[in-house]
């Protein structure tokens, strides 16, 4: 994938369309240039994204998450499969905030959903590289939108649970899947409280064979943990994806969350929620790089380090210092009109 970096012959424009068509590799450079951090790939990416923004929105955005190895994506890939079946067009994007640049998660994935990857009504697209700006999910949540706009009507977006990555994959998708070992224990196994009340539906996995009683048991624990939780109208389910078993219901269960009185409503309210979000996202990221790249915040800030370093003015001040010093000169307002805008 590294060679595909995005050496764009053609114009945004005849990227787009081509993304539009479903050219599976318009949309695996359109991702990479969204995902990319030099500022004139995002730039692009920006022009991109608002040519693209008829086409966003239309897909059921499932996150599903879970600890290392717990069969995230033996799961996607038989859910994916069978949405297949039922006509859809499943993408799959992994997020692991955890892998290294260069990490066989790429590998892995691509291996472990190799009739997925095959399948020409799939994509499946592997982590991102770390240390993209403004974080994994931003980023994620626009490549999200690309495959909409390449006609993708299921978007699964695996990422592996390790405290934040929850959080910020919650916070990009319509429902949350949270994949648990069938392993029962009074700890929850160690799963944060936040991250199982940040679940819609809860699927304990390898339930076959030697396992197959112990996740029924799992299931019943946390049915009544997450009742216990007041997280009620929460499922928790069982399923094999080794021998398929499990997922229709899953899928089932999925619908019937999206068909109740009000879920209309209520997933356009956790959308625009989630658009202002991803809005703080970037302005957080973007006002960082730019103080750092600024050339009068260059001398100040080595100053300021150093002095916070030596005891001799507290971080705030600093931090407070250094936004006075070259945010307010530029964007002090010229007074109001008397209509309240801006001449
Ligand atoms: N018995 C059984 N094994 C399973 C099932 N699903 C996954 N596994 C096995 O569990 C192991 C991990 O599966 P993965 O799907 O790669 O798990 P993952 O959560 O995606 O792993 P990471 O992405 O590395 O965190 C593999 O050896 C799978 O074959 C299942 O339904 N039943
Ligand atoms: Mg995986």
New binding site residues.
């Given amino acids: 994938m590294a060679n595909e970096f995005p050496a764009l012959s053609g114009t945004i424009e005849d990227l787009a369309a081509a993304v539009e068509k479903g050219d599976r590799r318009a949309l695996a450079r359109a991702i990479t240039l969204v995902e990319s951090t030099r500022a004139d790939h995002r730039a692009e990416a920006d022009a991109l994204l608002a040519r693209l923004q008829s086409r966003v929105g239309t897909s059921l955005r499932l996150g599903i998450s879970?600890?290392?190895?717990?069969?995230?994506?033996?799961?996607?890939e038989a859910l994916g499969l069978f949405l297949i079946g039922r006509g859809h067009r499943p993408a799959v994007l992994?997020v692991?905030p955890s892998s290294p640049v260069s990490g066989g998660?790429i590998l892995?994935?691509k291996t472990?959903m190799a009739a997925l990857v095959r399948d020409d009504r799939a994509f499946v697209r592997p982590s991102p590289s770390r240390g993209a700006l403004g974080g994994i999910a931003p980023r994620t949540r626009e490549s999200v939108m690309v495959c909409e706009a390449a006609g993708f009507d299921v978007i699964l977006v695996?990422t592996?649970g390790v405290g934040q990555s929850e959080t910020d994959v919650a916070g990009i998708v319509d429902h949350f899947i949270l994949?648990i070992a069938p392993l029962g224990g009074d700890e929850l196994q160690g799963i944060k409280r936040g991250i199982v009340e940040l679940a819609d539906l809860v699927v304990v996995?390898?339930?076959?064979?030697a396992?197959e009683a112990a996740a029924r048991r799992a299931a019943m624990e946390y049915t009544s943990a997450l009742t216990l939780l007041e997280a009620r109208g929460r499922e928790v389910l069982t399923?094999?994806?080794?021998?398929g078993r499990g997922i229709e219901e899953i899928w089932q269960a999925i619908e019937r969350r999206r068909g109740r009185p009000g879920m209309g409503d209520a997933l356009a309210a956790r959308r625009r929620e989630q658009a202002r979000a991803a809005l703080w996202a970037e302005i957080d990221a973007d006002v960082r790089t730019r103080l750092r790249g600024h050339p009068r915040a260059a001398a100040l800030l080595a100053k300021l380090e150093h002095d916070v370093g030596a005891g001799a003015v507290t971080t705030g001040a600093a931090a407070r210092a250094v936004l006075d010093a070259l945010l307010t000169p530029e964007a002090t307002p010229r007074r109001l009109t008397g209509r309240g805008k801006l001449p």
């Fill in positions: 879970g600890a290392p190895g717990v069969g995230k994506s033996t799961f996607i992994a692991d998660s892995g994935d472990r695996e592996v994949l996995t390898k339930a076959d064979g396992w399923c094999s994806a080794l021998e």
